[in-house]
T-cell receptor, first 111, second 113 residues
Framework: GENVEQHPSTLSVQEGDSAVIKCTYS??????FPWYKQELGKGPQLIID?????GEKKDQRIAVTLNKTAKHFSLHITETQPEDSAVYFC??????????FGKGTRLHILP | GAVVSQHPSRVICKSGTSVKIECRSL??????MFWYRQFPKQSLMLMAT?????????EQGVEKDKFLINHASLTLSTLTVTSAHPEDSSFYIC?????????FGQGTRLTVV
């Protein structure tokens, strides 16, 4: 089955700087790669996703890149703000819609 | 987007009792829903796939007789934790897919005392 590795587990960046979180996946059949933000006590919220037919996608301060050959994908957050502090999960999915999550990255935005 | 509603958001039960958690897709029909468990400071672990009108598919290591799943309609799946024990205390989250995008419920914090 699919295995998703995510790093770093914890990331602290100064407010205004950029944050990068990286993930790898194992199943070449995976074709959908969502990223979720989870705040304490709440379910995960989709923030951006990318499908295997594109290499990059951007939405305001958030961008995701995908390298299918290397089976890795990354989340980039620019101009970080205090409200970006949360736990972020990458995930991979194939045609059966199962979402397999990475272990998460706790992002701290420092004032 | 789409809305998935989960109820209750919090439940405390005594050891040995059973607890039912509901997951509803409010504005779309979902033939498949998923149940996850999340321990503190850990990731979401897929427990089972809930299939409307048929048996659920459980992930390896998940006891099907302990975590009963019923998906009786296209908008409702239920997870029943039977004979709950303190080690079952966790955050349980459901999801449903619409157009291959997954939408998550708010989660249920189960505490077994």
């Amino acid at each position: 089955g699919e295995n998703v590795e995510q790093h770093p587990s914890t990331l602290s960046v100064q407010e205004g700087d950029s944050a990068v979180i990286k993930c790898t996946y194992s199943d070449s059949a995976s074709n959908y790669f969502p990223w979720y933000k989870q705040e304490l006590g709440k379910g995960p919220q989709l923030i951006i996703d990318i499908r295997s037919n594109v290499g990059e996608k951007k939405d305001q301060r958030i961008a995701v890149t995908l390298n299918k050959t290397a089976k890795h994908f990354s989340l980039h957050i620019t101009e970080t703000q205090p409200e970006d502090s949360a736990v972020y999960f990458c995930a991979a999915s194939n045609r059966d819609d199962k979402i397999i999550f990475g272990k998460g990255t706790r992002l701290h935005i420092l004032p | 987007g789409a809305v998935v509603s989960q109820h209750p958001s919090r439940v405390i039960c005594k050891s040995g009792t059973s607890v039912k958690i509901e997951c509803r897709s409010l504005d779309f029909q979902a033939t498949t829903m998923f149940w996850y468990r999340q321990f503190p400071k850990q990731s979401l672990m897929l427990m089972a796939t809930s299939n409307e009108g048929s048996k659920a598919t459980y992930e390896q290591g998940v006891e099907k007789d302990k975590f009963l799943i019923n998906h009786a309609s296209l908008t409702l799946s239920t997870l029943t934790v039977t004979s709950a024990h303190p080690e079952d205390s966790s955050f349980y989250i459901c999801s449903a897919s619409k157009n291959t995008e997954a939408f998550f419920g708010q989660g249920t914090r189960l505490t077994v005392v």
